[in-house]
Every structure is written in C-alpha cells, then in structure tokens.
C-alpha cells in the first residue's frame, strides 16, 4: 500500500504564493505518476498538475499554467506544488494522487489509484 500525506495550505491574499507538499510512503516504487487536484465547494474535483515519478514529464490545467509549477523530490518521496499569482479562484481542498503507471487520461481522477486526505488552500481577495 502507498500512503499520501498532504501539507503546506493555508490563507494566503490574491497574487500570493504558497508551497504544497506530498510525502509518499509506503510502496513507493509502485508509484508512476503523481498528480495533483482540487474542489471548490460545491464543484467537481478538477485536475491541477502532474508529473510522472522518473521521467519528470509535467502536465498542467490550463487555468494554472504559468503560475504553477509541480516537482519531485525522488529522494524524500515527495511531490510539490508551487503556486504563485494565486486568485480567489484557486481556493479549494487540494489532494495528492499516486498512479501506478501513465495514463492518457491523467486529468481524469478516476485513474488514480492512491489519495491523500487533502489539504485546504484559501486565497482572500
């Protein structure tokens, strides 16, 4: 099994940034792509970023590119996400993800097999 630990939320103003993180354990070496994602209330859960564990291939949503920027550390375990220029928009709970291989539809979070507890991010204005 494969345990997410989310850290790093909290209140930040507009144009703010913040550092999430993800420390992954347990069987690590199952883990192929790291993503993560986020819910507003009310609203669906919706893809942030991803990467993939060795290559360090990333992926973004559109509406965070630019500003965010998703990482690894292979060493810690851990995965994150930094976010810059942040907006009352992106205020929502943040989740981890593990998936065991690559998929095509890695913004689709039903691939995913593992999840943290998630971690709120609040952006005032």
């Known amino acids: 099994q494969v345990q997410l630990v989310e850290s790093g939320g909290g209140l930040v103003q507009a144009g703010g940034s913040l550092r999430l993180s993800c420390a992954a354990s347990?069987?690590?070496?199952?883990?192929?792509?790291m993503a993560w994602f986020r819910q507003a209330p009310g609203k669906e859960r919706e893809f942030v970023a991803a990467?993939?564990?060795?290559?360090?291939?990333?992926y973004y949503a559109d509406s965070v590119k630019g500003r965010f920027t998703i990482s690894r550390d292979n060493a810690k375990n851990t995965v994150y996400l930094q976010m810059s220029s942040l907006k009352p928009e992106d205020t929502a709970v943040y989740y981890c993800?593990?998936?065991?291989?690559?998929?095509?539809?890695?913004?689709?979070?039903?691939?995913?097999?593992?999840w943290g507890q998630g971690t709120q991010v609040t952006v005032s204005s």
């Open positions: 993800a593990g998936d065991k291989a690559f998929s095509g539809s890695y913004y689709r979070s039903y691939v995913y097999d593992y």
């Open positions: 347990g069987r690590t070496f199952s883990i192929y792509t």
């Open positions: 990467i993939t564990w060795s290559g360090g291939n990333t």
